[in-house]
């Protein structure tokens, strides 16, 4: 189990900073994360929702309606299961949805 929870944590880690390094992308709270975060962004949330899903990618969970405090906000979750090459390829289309 530590050993789980340490792989989920790291790879946590590791899409937070790629997707915070984003033009407009931020961490939508400072609180320490496990396996899933906030992440605030600079277009409706659904819309770059929608974007990763025509690139192939389940995005996350529309944050905005629930806490609209915190605006544009999109939770994403990085389990163990995720590799290093995956989460790249899903921060490359991240960019892509936040972009366009």
């Known amino acids: 189990m530590r050993e789980l929870a340490l792989r989920c944590a790291r790879g946590a880690r590791y899409a937070r900073e790629r997707l915070c390094a984003v033009a407009g992308v931020r961490p939508a709270t400072p609180a320490p ?5 906030p992440i605030s962004v600079p277009r409706p949330a659904r819309m770059v929702l929608e ?14 309606a629930a806490y609209p405090e915190l605006g544009e906000t999109v939770l994403v979750s990085v389990t163990e299961a995720r590799t290093r090459a995956e989460i790249d390829a899903f921060t490359d289309a991240f960019e892509k949805a936040v972009r366009s």
Not at 51 to 64: I, K, M, N
Request: cysteine-free; glycine content about 16%.
């Open 51 to 64: 974007r990763l899903a025509e690139a192939g990618f389940l995005g996350g969970l529309d944050l905005t």
């Open 33 to 37: 994360t496990l396996y899933e975060f």
